[in-house]
């Protein structure tokens, strides 16, 4: 079974500064893992992904997230956040073996404070 | 490209009562999908459509609930009879191949009464 832990449920940083959402998996194989983003009110937002290679991503509005295998982890970071990326971040994995559902962490409460 | 729709964007029913949701997918986008976010909790997956077959519903969480895909288009999500409990966020989502980004709709938000 595939599992995510998102073990904050919220993340308070000041506008400007660094922020880090934590993300660690379980999977039997090699994972595909996600982060999705939503405002209130609103669907989930792709924001990046890995898939194979570099273990840093890029994803949009400035975002990147590293993937480390030895601590499966996959943490997702902005060198200074704004008041905008206030919002609900989830992270998701998928094992690459055969068919496998996209599971979906329990999502981080991300503030960003003026 | 349009991008994933989702009808109604909320809805408010007794309990009860009968409701049907609807997902229109990215066009050219075999794979659908059906997940479910009740308040404060994580998303969870429902079922998943290939074209105009399930390929995975063991996320469905009873015979209340009947999902289908006519002819590999759009899909629809009954409930019914809808209880408290099935009060939620209902995504739909969609992808062009298992392992693509899957790319979420707006979602469809239930209240039961």
């Known amino acids: 079974a595939q599992s995510v832990a998102q073990p904050e449920d919220q993340v308070n940083v000041a506008e400007g500064n660094p922020l880090t959402v934590k993300c660690t998996y379980s999977?039997?194989?090699?994972?595909?893992l996600f982060w999705y983003v939503q405002y209130p009110n609103r669907g989930l937002q792709f924001l990046l992904k890995y898939i194979t290679g570099d273990n840093l991503v890029k994803g949009s509005y400035g975002f990147e997230a590293e993937f480390n295998k030895s601590q499966t982890s996959f943490h997702l970071k902005k060198p200074s956040a704004l008041v905008s990326d206030s919002a609900l971040y989830f992270c998701a994995v998928r094992d690459r073996r055969g068919y496998q559902k996209v599971t979906f962490g329990i999502g981080t409460k991300l503030q960003v404070i003026p | 490209e349009a991008g994933v729709t989702q009808f109604p964007s909320h809805s408010v029913i007794e309990k009860g009562q009968t409701v049907t949701l609807r997902c229109d997918p990215i066009s050219g986008h075999d794979n659908l999908y059906w997940y479910r976010r009740v308040m404060g909790k994580e998303i969870k997956f429902l079922l998943h459509?290939?074209?105009?077959?399930?390929?995975?519903e063991s996320g469905m969480p009873n015979n209340r609930f009947l999902a289908e895909r006519t002819g590999g288009t759009y899909s629809t999500l009954k409930v019914q009879p809808a209880e408290l409990e099935d009060s939620g966020v209902y995504f739909c989502a969609s992808s062009q191949d298992v392992g693509h980004t899957i790319y979420f709709g707006e979602g469809s938000w239930l209240t039961v009464v």
């Open positions: 999977v039997s194989g090699n994972p595909y």
């Open positions: 459509f290939v074209k105009e077959s399930k390929q995975d």
